[in-house]
């Protein structure tokens, strides 16, 4: 098979036997430095590809994404914009909402809250109803005064289905002679659910009119209607809708931006201190090649009087040095992509487990491959590798024949 002469003696140049020990040496350890830092690279930021989409699923699939509201915080006649604000591009669903904060209050405990008043028919939060253990929505009719409350809150409260509790709301407070106070009512626990997350920490739900009840609205209103997004994390993207001058808009950034913002940054961090073990092997590329380079001078010498150009001679030392990139970003990808997908299982046999669900027992890994982050990293390491290859192909375009082949 023919050969382009710079890929021939690239490629001999690898599996040379001739070679100081030495650059053999550095060269197969920065080899091993690619693959390494290419596994460590696409394993680790799988798996953070996987937490950063649970922590997506279990809080942004559970509080409300958008919430289209007003000044006053209560909306009437809203039935026709559920139609108009429907049609918004990348809307995934809309419905109607009572929020507010709340204490809710046990014979063990104390605990501050927010609430959602919802429709159980209408209710979108696909995350909540596949995660409600005990009870069900169908629970939550109106003038009913039940509520579903998650696991952790639960426990804080010491309560369990059928207990009462009793929900405090300065939202719907009333002016009298004894000064303002605040509205109450006994609920009773109808359901529970897990979906492990802070929510499980901090909502409730309750039927829409009867969290209208328990802030003294009217029953025809609402303080919001809340939006769900196809892509929640497409929020920067999103067209808001028009709004008239009365009516507010408030996204989950407002409540949750920081939490995903810190762990964008810390996956960031990561990566980039992984990448450092791909930059040190490139630097022992580049060692490797100058070493391979003295180590051939007399042979270099040779070609050039031979009439070899010096753009050959650098293609020739190029494809050498990159070799070790190539090689060892293809192996590390495939070892990569193989550790990640049986990473619980190679976790289950070395019987170390390290994730603990929200009731204390054991979860697998959450593992997402980014088809496009994983051919970065594979062709970023081979670019490194390339460049630094640059230098001593450059030197070795520079050898004078006649000096180097004068003691031989």
Same mark, same amino acid.
């Given at each position: 098979m023919?050969y382009?002469l710079s890929l021939?003696i690239?490629?001999?140049y690898t599996?040379s036997k001739?070679n100081?020990?030495?650059a053999?040496f550095?060269?197969?350890?920065?080899?091993a430095?690619?693959i390494?830092?290419?596994m460590?690279l696409i /394993?680790v930021?799988?798996v953070?590809?996987?937490?950063q989409h649970?922590?997506k699923?279990?809080?942004l699939?559970?509080v409300?994404?958008v919430?289209?509201?007003?000044k006053l915080g &209560?909306?009437?006649h809203?039935q026709?914009?559920?139609k108009?604000?429907?049609?918004?591009?990348?809307?995934k669903?809309?419905?109607?909402?009572v929020?507010?904060q709340?204490?809710?209050?046990?014979?063990?405990?104390?605990?501050? !809250?927010n609430?959602?008043? +919802?429709?159980?028919k209408n209710?979108n939060?696909?995350i909540?109803?596949?995660?409600?253990?005990?009870g069900?929505?169908k629970?939550?009719?109106?003038?009913?005064?039940?509520?579903i409350?998650?696991? #952790?809150?639960?426990?804080?409260?010491? !309560?369990?289905?059928?207990?009462?509790i009793?929900?405090t709301? /300065?939202k719907?407070?009333?002016?009298?002679p004894?000064?303002?106070?605040?509205?109450?009512r006994?609920?009773?626990v109808?359901g529970?659910?897990?979906v492990?997350?802070?929510?499980?920490?901090?909502?409730i739900?309750?039927?829409?009119e009867?969290?209208g009840r328990l802030i003294?609205?009217?029953k025809n209103?609402i303080?919001?209607?809340r939006?769900?997004?196809n892509?929640?994390?497409?929020?920067?993207?999103?067209?808001?809708?028009?709004l008239s001058?009365?009516?507010?808009? *408030?996204?989950?950034?407002?409540?949750?931006?920081?939490?995903?913002a810190?762990v964008?940054?810390e996956?960031?961090?990561i990566?980039l201190?992984l990448?450092? +073990?791909?930059? *040190?092997?490139?630097?022992n590329i580049?060692s #490797?090649? &100058?070493?391979? !380079?003295n180590?051939?001078?007399s042979?270099i010498?040779i070609?050039?009087t031979l009439?070899?150009t010096?753009?050959?001679?650098?293609l020739?030392?190029?494809?050498?040095?990159?070799?070790s990139?190539?090689?060892?970003? +293809?192996?590390?990808?495939?070892i990569?992509?193989?550790?990640?997908?049986?990473?619980?299982q190679?976790?289950?046999?070395l019987?170390?487990?390290?994730?603990?669900?929200?009731?204390?027992g054991?979860r697998t890994?959450? !593992?997402?491959?980014?088809?496009m982050?994983?051919?970065?990293?594979?062709?970023?390491?081979m670019l490194l590798s390339l460049?630094?290859?640059?230098y001593p192909?450059?030197r #070795?375009? /520079?050898?004078?024949?006649?000096e180097a082949?004068?003691?031989e």
């Amino acid at each position: 098979m023919f050969y382009p002469l710079s890929l021939y003696i690239g490629l001999r140049y690898t599996k040379s036997k001739h070679n100081s020990k030495f650059a053999s040496f550095v060269s197969l350890f920065s080899t091993a430095g690619i693959i390494v830092g290419v596994m460590a690279l696409i /394993t680790v930021l799988s798996v953070m590809n996987g937490f950063q989409h649970e922590l997506k699923t279990r809080i942004l699939g559970a509080v409300p994404q958008v919430v289209i509201s007003n000044k006053l915080g &209560v909306m009437s006649h809203w039935q026709h914009k559920i139609k108009r604000f429907r049609q918004v591009k990348d809307v995934k669903a809309i419905e109607p909402l009572v929020t507010g904060q709340a204490i809710v209050q046990s014979k063990s405990g104390l605990q501050s !809250v927010n609430f959602e008043g +919802i429709s159980p028919k209408n209710y979108n939060s696909n995350i909540i109803k596949d995660n409600i253990y005990v009870g069900s929505l169908k629970s939550l009719f109106s003038h009913s005064y039940h509520i579903i409350i998650g696991r #952790s809150l639960a426990q804080t409260l010491s !309560v369990h289905v059928g207990d009462k509790i009793r929900v405090t709301s /300065t939202k719907g407070s009333r002016y009298t002679p004894f000064g303002v106070i605040p509205s109450q009512r006994n609920f009773t626990v109808s359901g529970i659910f897990n979906v492990g997350s802070e929510v499980d920490k901090y909502l409730i739900l309750m039927n829409i009119e009867d969290a209208g009840r328990l802030i003294r609205i009217q029953k025809n209103q609402i303080t919001g209607l809340r939006i769900y997004l196809n892509d929640a994390f497409d929020i920067q993207n999103w067209k808001r809708p028009a709004l008239s001058e009365d009516q507010t808009i *408030v996204d989950w950034r407002s409540t949750h931006g920081e939490l995903f913002a810190a762990v964008r940054m810390e996956k960031n961090m990561i990566g980039l201190l992984l990448s450092l +073990i791909v930059i *040190v092997a490139s630097f022992n590329i580049l060692s #490797s090649c &100058v070493l391979v !380079v003295n180590d051939k001078n007399s042979q270099i010498a040779i070609l050039k009087t031979l009439g070899i150009t010096r753009r050959t001679i650098n293609l020739i030392f190029m494809i050498q040095g990159a070799w070790s990139g190539i090689l060892g970003s +293809i192996v590390g990808t495939v070892i990569g992509l193989t550790l990640s997908y049986y990473i619980n299982q190679i976790l289950s046999f070395l019987k170390f487990n390290l994730v603990l669900n929200a009731s204390g027992g054991l979860r697998t890994l959450p !593992v997402i491959f980014e088809p496009m982050q994983i051919i970065g990293i594979m062709f970023g390491a081979m670019l490194l590798s390339l460049l630094a290859t640059l230098y001593p192909a450059y030197r #070795s375009a /520079t050898i004078c024949p006649v000096e180097a082949l004068r003691y031989e």
